[in-house]
């Protein structure tokens, strides 16, 4: 079975500059979830999906991140303009139900680094 | 309304056991244990959904004490393997939905 596939899995940027993220979930699972995890810290949720509507983006900051998955599969994150504290890993997982009650399966995540 | 965990740190010698404790401020239904070795992704250790519950994966266990909305996470007989580090994540009956992760615990195993 294919695990979580991230893409790219390192960027570099400038500061106040845009980013994307891809992720692709495992085949069949409902709820997919961005986390941001800053060097020393625990994954913090940004947003979660049941399918293609969100669920949770209480801690996304949503005058700079976006995110969408369309037709319940494959997610994209953007970060526009991107500042210097963005620079941490960002984490897709994704489980078969409802995420507090189902094993995460996590991604390689994409290392960001701000300018 | 992010769980605390403790220690904050822990350094074992192989064969030794210890024990990660993670308490939350908010009634929980769930709690997740997850390992994160340096450089790679959080791997999921287990689940437990009821209070009072208890599980085994190996020689790793847990608890989940509803009432006092604390989970502990035993690993006994430890392995160079076992080093990384542990997380606790939460859903908590207040937010619906909502998952947090813990503030980890570094745990290193040395010969």
């Known amino acids: 079975e294919a695990g979580v596939a991230q893409s790219p899995r390192y960027k570099i940027i400038e500061k106040r500059q845009s980013v994307a993220f891809w992720c692709n979930p495992i085949?069949?699972?409902?709820?997919l979830y961005w986390y941001q995890q800053i060097l020393g810290q625990g994954p913090k949720l940004l947003i979660q999906?049941?399918?293609?509507?969100?669920?949770?983006d209480s801690q996304l900051p949503k005058d700079r991140f976006s995110a969408e998955r369309l037709k319940g599969v494959d997610s994209t994150l953007k970060i526009q303009p991107a500042k210097l504290e963005d620079s941490a890993v960002y984490l897709c997982?994704?489980?078969?139900?409802?995420?507090?009650?189902?094993?995460?399966?996590f991604g390689p995540g994409t290392r960001l680094t701000v300018l | 309304q992010q769980p605390v965990q403790s220690p904050q740190a822990v350094i074992l010698r192989e064969g030794e056991d210890a024990v990660i404790n993670c308490s939350s401020s908010?009634?929980?239904?769930?709690v997740h244990w997850y390992r994160q070795k340096h450089g790679e992704a959080p791997v999921f250790l287990m689940i437990?959904?009821?209070?009072?519950e208890q599980k085994g994966h190996e020689k790793i266990s847990a608890s989940f004490n509803e009432k006092k909305q604390q989970s502990s996470l035993y690993l006994t007989a430890s392995q160079l393997s076992y080093s990384g580090t542990y997380f606790c994540?939460?859903?908590?009956?207040?937010?619906?939905?909502?998952?947090?992760f813990g503030t980890g615990t570094s745990l290193t195993v040395i010969p």
């Open positions: 085949s069949g699972h409902a709820t």
């Open positions: 997982a994704s489980s078969l139900g409802q995420g507090t009650y189902n094993e995460q399966f």
């Open positions: 994540g939460t859903g908590t009956y207040n937010t619906g939905n909502q998952f947090y």
């Open positions: 437990l959904l009821k209070g009072g």
């Open positions: 999906f049941q399918n293609n509507g969100v669920v949770d």
């Open positions: 908010k009634a929980l239904y769930s």
